[in-house]
Each structure stands twice: as structure tokens, then as C-alpha cells.
């Protein structure tokens, strides 16, 4: 039996720890949902320097799209990676010191002029937002993807609708 080729990763996922993997397989959850071919990488601003500026380098040429970025702490790796690479980056700020994540929200968020970073939320709501964010981006030349994100607007449009409904019913019940 033949293996089904893989196909071109658009997006790159890169954290800077494996601690940080619950947090950005949200990111993944969303890519997967939309189809989205994707690589995720562990790579490390201040332990793995060359490497991060390598994969930051080569991502273009391999076929990447958009990068998306979680790290904690006051780790820079979102602002590194954006500093060598022309691509949109989405920063992903994660909860993993005594400041809850305020610290890698300004480290993200902060970027000087010339340097861009998109922020999302800290934690799991910014990495699963990223990963909708890095949907929009590719759907702005794909019918397909963007037909996908009405869908999902609308499927979140009514679950609210169905719990307002549920909620209502119940208090009129008491």
C-alpha cells in the first residue's frame, strides 16, 4: 500500500519549550479543522539561537505562510523570528512564570517599529485564536478556506443561539 504524500506545510507552529505544547496544539486544533497543513518546531531564542534564526530564514523558501510563535516567560522567540523573515508572525504569549504570562505578553506585544508581531491572547484562547488568525491570512486567496471561516462564524453564531435557547426554557421552568 502506497503512503499519501504529505502535504507542503503552510503554516509553522514554533514554541520554546516542550512545557509549552498543551498550550499551541490549540493552534493545531484550529489549522486541522480548516485543512491546514502545518509543522511544529521547538526552538529557543537564547538556547538555540542559530537554529531559530536558520528555520526563520528558510521558511519562505520551504513554503511556510505564516508563522505562529508561543513562548513564555520574557522570551523574545516571536520577536526573533520576526526580525528574519518577511512572513506574517502571530505571537502567542503562554502563562509559564510567577507573572502569569504578563511577561511574555509585553515581551511579544512590544515590538520596536519595523518589527512586527501580531499578539494574541495568553494561553490557550490566543493560541487557538492564532491559529483562526493564520486561517484568515491564507484565506485571503482561497475561496475554499474562506468559505470554511464563514462556516465556522456561523457555527458559533448557533451555539450561542442553542444555549440562550436552553437557558431561557430552564428559567421559565423555575
Same mark, same amino acid.
Given at each position: 500500500?502506497?503512503?499519501?504524500?504529505?502535504?507542503?506545510?503552510?503554516?509553522?507552529?514554533?514554541?520554546?519549550?516542550?512545557?509549552?505544547?498543551?498550550?499551541?496544539?490549540?493552534?493545531?486544533?484550529?489549522?486541522?479543522?480548516?485543512?491546514?497543513?502545518?509543522?511544529?518546531?521547538?526552538?529557543?531564542?537564547?538556547?538555540?539561537?542559530?537554529?531559530?534564526?536558520?528555520?526563520?530564514?528558510? *521558511?519562505?523558501?520551504?513554503?511556510?505562510?505564516?508563522? +505562529?510563535?508561543? =513562548? !513564555? &516567560? @520574557?522570551?523574545?522567540?516571536?520577536? #526573533?523570528?520576526?526580525?528574519?523573515?518577511?512572513?506574517?508572525?502571530?505571537?502567542?504569549?503562554?502563562?509559564?512564570?510567577?507573572?502569569?504570562?504578563?511577561?511574555?505578553?509585553?515581551?511579544?506585544?512590544?515590538?520596536? *517599529?519595523?518589527?512586527?508581531?501580531?499578539?494574541?491572547? +495568553?494561553?490557550? =484562547? !490566543? &493560541? @487557538?485564536?492564532?491559529?483562526?488568525? #493564520?486561517?484568515?491570512?491564507?484565506?485571503?486567496?482561497?475561496?475554499?478556506?474562506?468559505?470554511?471561516?464563514?462556516?465556522?462564524?456561523?457555527?458559533?453564531?448557533?451555539?450561542?443561539?442553542?444555549?440562550?435557547?436552553?437557558?431561557?426554557?430552564?428559567?421559565?421552568?423555575?
Amino acid at each position: 500500500m502506497k503512503k499519501k504524500a504529505l502535504s507542503q506545510p503552510k503554516v509553522g507552529i514554533l514554541m520554546g519549550s516542550d512545557s509549552d505544547l498543551e498550550v499551541m496544539q490549540e493552534a493545531e486544533k484550529r489549522l486541522d479543522y480548516f485543512g491546514i497543513s502545518h509543522e511544529t518546531r521547538i526552538l529557543s531564542a537564547h538556547r538555540s539561537p542559530l537554529k531559530t534564526l536558520e528555520y526563520a530564514d528558510s *521558511a519562505s523558501k520551504r513554503g511556510i505562510e505564516v508563522i +505562529i510563535v508561543g =513562548a !513564555g &516567560a @520574557a522570551a523574545h522567540l516571536a520577536g #526573533a523570528v520576526a526580525a528574519n523573515t518577511t512572513l506574517p508572525v502571530i505571537g502567542v504569549p503562554i502563562d509559564s512564570s510567577s507573572l502569569k504570562g504578563l511577561d511574555a505578553l509585553l515581551s511579544t506585544v512590544q515590538m520596536p *517599529a519595523g518589527v512586527p508581531v501580531a499578539t494574541m491572547a +495568553i494561553g490557550k =484562547a !490566543g &493560541a @487557538a485564536n492564532a491559529g483562526i488568525f #493564520a486561517a484568515e491570512i491564507l484565506a485571503r486567496t482561497d475561496q475554499q478556506l474562506s468559505a470554511k471561516l464563514a462556516q465556522l462564524k456561523r457555527e458559533m453564531a448557533s451555539g450561542v443561539e442553542e444555549k440562550d435557547r436552553k437557558l431561557r426554557e430552564e428559567r421559565q421552568r423555575r
